[in-house]
């Protein structure tokens, strides 16, 4: 059984930083720097986005 799942990068950078504050939340040293990682991966992601993409996706959050 094959299953293929659709994800936009905006999604996936915004489901990694939930995971990152959620491990920032852990009293586990390994868990906390894991989120570490996992947030500096989202957000050289997010720069990596085109610039338009980033500016549009910026003001539908306000």
Not at 31 to 51: D, S
């Amino acid at each position: 059984m094959k299953i293929e799942v659709e994800l936009d990068k905006y999604h996936l950078i915004a489901s990694l930083l939930t995971v990152a504050a959620a491990c920032a939340k852990s009293d586990d040293p390994e868990t906390n720097k894991t989120g570490k990682f996992v947030e500096k991966t989202a957000r050289e992601m997010w720069t990596e986005l085109p610039k338009d993409y980033r500016h549009k996706v910026e003001l539908e959050e306000q």
